[in-house]
């Protein structure tokens, strides 16, 4: 706590908060008084005063719909004051193989480790959790956290972040909240480590909630399977439905793109997504809503991800 709450942390934590926001207007009133607002989330996170639970709700469709709840900037900077010291110890916890919202892993990442898998073995497990957010039980999600870390002021904050948002009593994450990003990893991170030491998987790989379990022999994967529902239950989580065995050769689906030993090809929604974005930033550009820089820099990241499939030699170029 008292790294948290110092004053270079605070100011950092306002710095990496207003950073990627699409609307800077609710920063823009934090700077106005700055001093003042970080005394007050300072002095707020010391005492346990500082107001969790304040969200903007509102829907997004890439591909399918989800509900967000953005927290308000002021919360934003609260968690990344929290998460600015608390996220090396979680990373600690986590496997390699785990690839969601981690420094130097991502969706990349991700993909490219799916083709090694795919080159050493015949057989694949995709697997994924039923409303994963809506389920994460705040008492095992506390629990797991009173592992890691033992100042009890500490886990009075994280109690009041998970406690301010339900999807039913005792139950539920936010998706869009930096908190939930983390929170999120680790509840699944007991899961990871069953898999590789327990169960004994020879080839496994997580983004989130969606996971994959390779291996020479289909029925190696089937017992394992077992294994991951019990797992998952006694954190009160259930499969989304029951996936089987697959075949390497036939391709991979994964993370919007189908996941071949030696090519890798974007499904037709990841397509759409691409160049619908690219013609939004021209469009943006041209309506004077962006200068030139952020036009560069935001193409360089989606051209990022193009390369990564050759979309753009699939669709004749740009």
């Not at 994924?128 to 886990?155: A, I």
Request: charge should be positive; glycine fraction near 8%.
């Amino acid at each position: 706590m008292p790294g948290i709450v110092e004053w270079d942390n605070l100011l950092l934590a306002f710095c990496r908060a207003e950073r990627g926001l699409s609307d800077k207007h609710e920063a823009d009133v934090y700077r106005e008084n700055l001093d003042e607002n970080l005394r007050f989330l300072g002095d707020g996170l010391a005492d346990g005063s500082f107001p969790f639970g304040e969200y903007h709700s509102f829907e997004v469709r890439d591909p399918k719909t989800r509900l967000i709840h953005a927290p308000a900037f002021r919360e934003r900077v609260a968690q990344h004051a929290i998460f600015n010291l608390c996220e090396p110890i979680m990373e600690k916890k986590l496997v390699d193989d785990c690839f969601a919202c981690r420094k130097g892993k991502g969706t990349h990442g991700a993909l490219k480790r799916a083709q090694v898998f795919a080159r050493r073995y015949k057989w694949y497990l995709k697997l994924d959790v039923r409303r994963y957010f809506d389920s994460v039980v705040h008492s095992q999600l506390l629990e797991m956290l009173g592992r890691v870390f033992k100042d009890t002021h500490l886990l009075k904050l994280f109690a009041q972040i998970i406690g301010g948002y339900e999807t039913e009593r005792g139950r539920g994450l936010p998706i869009g909240s930096l908190a939930s990003q983390f929170f999120s990893n680790h509840y699944l991170s007991q899961l990871d480590r069953t898999c590789k030491q327990v169960l004994g998987v020879p080839g496994y790989l997580r983004y989130m909630d969606d996971f994959i379990l390779w291996g020479h022999e289909r029925e190696d994967l089937m017992k394992a399977r077992e294994g991951v529902e019990k797992e998952l239950n006694g954190i009160g989580l259930q499969l989304k439905k029951r996936a089987h065995p697959e075949r390497v050769r036939d391709g991979v689906p994964f993370l919007g793109h189908t996941v071949h030993p030696f090519r890798m090809e974007p499904d037709r929604r990841a397509r759409v997504r691409f160049f619908r974005k690219i013609r939004s930033l021209e469009w943006q550009a041209n309506e004077g809503m962006i200068d030139e820089l952020e036009l560069q820099q935001r193409h360089q990241c989606l051209l990022g991800f193009g390369s990564l499939s050759n979309l753009i030699n699939l669709q004749g170029g740009i």
